[in-house]
């Protein structure tokens, strides 16, 4: 039997040497189990090519048939207590580092497939608000763009409004034919004004000749 077996990975190899060494050379004098129980250096031996593979549930396995084949080996008198007790604590040992067992039964699996779906769920749920933000955003940028655009033309339809003049006639051609018709007007004015004096000479005299006659009446 060879003491030194592949113990190697997830820090097992000091548990699964000192379960060799158990089974090889006994504890405290007593004899090898292993030469008394030969079936336990045989299930010793699928337990190493279970951890060689990591199929660590058939090591589990196998380790669970060496207590079974250990208890009943001291039941039958064929292992004392110095060698049995032994042998049940460096399989707790060798046990306990192992990865943490996956769920087997129906009720495990179940949970565990729900508790999946609900995490699909809610990362579903996360993308689509995510996908309607970006949405949301997207369609407020568009219209702040359009506003904009429709501002840009208004301003450019009014600049073009103020800048727009007559057919052929420019702001400094208006500006002197607008003082033309003023001193046109003024011009009129004034002929019209000497017109009226020119008649009110003609009225004095008709008056004065009305006085006249009235006091050659006297």
């Known amino acids: 039997m060879s003491l030194v077996r592949p113990w190697r990975r997830h820090g097992l190899r000091l548990a699964g040497l000192g379960l060799s060494l158990l089974l090889a050379t006994g504890c405290g004098g007593a004899g090898a189990p ?25 090591a589990r396995t196998e380790l669970d048939r060496l207590v079974q084949v250990t208890i009943a ?93 007559q057919p052929g006639q420019t702001t400094g051609e208006k500006t002197t034919r607008g003082n033309d018709r003023q001193n046109s007007n003024g011009s009129n004015h004034g002929s019209n004004n000497g017109k009226k004096k020119g008649k009110n000479p003609g009225a004095g005299k008709g008056n004065d000749r009305g006085s006249a006659s009235g006091h050659r009446g006297w």
């Open 34 to 58: 292993a030469e008394t129980v030969p079936e336990l250096d045989a299930i010793l031996g699928r337990v190493d090519r279970a951890l060689a593979a990591r199929q660590f549930d058939q």
């Open 73 to 165: 080996a001291h039941e039958a008198g064929e292992l004392d207590s110095a060698q049995t007790e032994p042998i049940l604590a460096a399989v707790t040992s060798l046990t306990a580092r192992f990865p943490r067992l996956q769920p087997t039964d129906d009720k495990a699996r179940e949970e565990l497939k729900k508790e999946r779906e609900e995490l699909a769920k809610e990362l579903a749920e996360e993308k689509k608000k995510l996908a309607e933000q970006t949405q949301e955003q997207l369609a407020l940028e568009q219209r702040r763009q359009e506003q904009q655009t429709q501002d840009q033309r208004r301003q450019q339809q009014s600049r073009e409004q103020e800048q727009q003049t």
